[in-house]
């Protein structure tokens, strides 16, 4: 989900900036950033963190949280964020797709030059529908990881849901598949047919519909998705994955209960697939800023990792 502001207090912290050779069309190359971990031995494993949109790397705050309890591990992982095309206001021009290919490539970057041993992928709100995405191997013949973290994961056409009218909202959708129908997805939607929430950042015809539409492209968390498609993106994952939506999750409508969400993805994954480490974040917002959250949540990520 799109967070239209937020307040930063200003500090300062140590990274390493790698560049990679991307899938850009331009051959122009990516860059990501590794934290500092607190452990003196060097790390054999990397956890990749994913934003959601609007985020880019350090936009989310609990990331520098995590990476002081993964690199406390025998074997420790650093963590990494990528900075993807569809960063901050970039995710209007992007897709699913083209965010796979683009971490594939990063993750051959860790294996191949970096001589990594096992990659997680985390993705904070979007950035789990990323990570789902990532996991549909047979489609992209990408690098395979060793596990999954799915940190915020809602629908975003749901959230929209308590803020647009439902005929307004359906208006905007089907504005967005004629387009898509007459080839030109690829042009932006204008102003007057997009939600408040959209109208800071350009958004082609073809991201609004995958975000807002029933059946886009993005929508893996709706909680109306019928066993079909759900038992089809659950029962797909080859590897671990962790769920650890935040409690309190403002981009959530009130009727929909997160925990039995939850359950009814784990009951379509393979067995030993769904970590019994899963839950709800306790008190946490979409961001998870409370400071005790975060302890939780890094806490829960430091566990999967070790158990996998």
């Known amino acids: 989900m799109y967070l239209q502001s937020t307040t930063f207090m200003a500090h300062t912290f140590p990274v390493t900036v790698h560049e990679y050779p991307s899938t850009r069309a331009d051959g122009h190359p990516m860059y990501a950033y590794e934290h500092e971990v607190s452990s003196l031995a060097p790390t ?3 956890l990749v963190f994913i934003g959601g949109l609007g985020d880019g790397p350090f936009g989310v705050p609990y990331a520098r949280t995590i990476a002081k309890k993964a690199g406390l591990g025998t074997p420790g992982y650093s963590v990494f964020e990528v900075r993807l095309s569809s960063s901050f206001s970039g995710f ?12 594939s490539a990063f993750v051959a970057y860790l294996r191949k030059t970096l001589d990594k041993d096992k990659i997680v992928l985390m993705g904070h ?19 395979r990881v060793g596990g999954l973290i799915l940190q915020g994961p809602v629908s975003d056409r749901e959230a929209l849901s308590p ?9 905007y959708v089907e504005y967005a598949a004629a387009r898509i129908a007459e080839g030109r997805g690829d042009e932006m939607m204008p102003k007057g047919r997009l ?3 959209f109208k800071d950042s350009p958004l082609t015809a073809y991201r609004f519909h995958s975000l807002a539409a029933v059946g886009g492209d993005d929508d ?5 998705l019928p066993d079909d498609k759900v038992a089809a993106f659950w029962g797909r994952l080859q590897q671990p994955v962790l769920i650890v939506p935040s409690g309190k999750d403002e981009y959530v409508p009130a009727p929909i209960d997160v925990g039995k969400l939850v359950d009814r993805w784990k009951s379509f994954c393979k ?6 480490l899963s839950g709800l974040i306790p008190g946490a917002n979409h961001r998870v800023d409370d400071g005790s959250a975060q302890e939780w949540l ?4 430091a566990g999967f990792l070790a158990s996998i």
């Open 125 to 143: 709100s979007t950035g789990c529908q990323d990570c789902m995405e990532y996991a549909d191997y047979e489609k992209y013949g990408n690098e």
């Open 271 to 276: 067995p030993g697939i769904a970590s019994d």
């Open 220 to 224: 893996y968390f709706s909680s109306d």
């Open 163 to 171: 803020v647009v009218d439902a005929a307004v909202l359906k208006g």
């Open 92 to 103: 209007g021009y992007g897709s699913l797709a083209k965010d796979v290919k683009e971490i």
């Open 298 to 301: 890094a806490g829960r990520v």
């Open 44 to 46: 054999r494993n990397a």
């Open 195 to 197: 939600p408040d929430t």
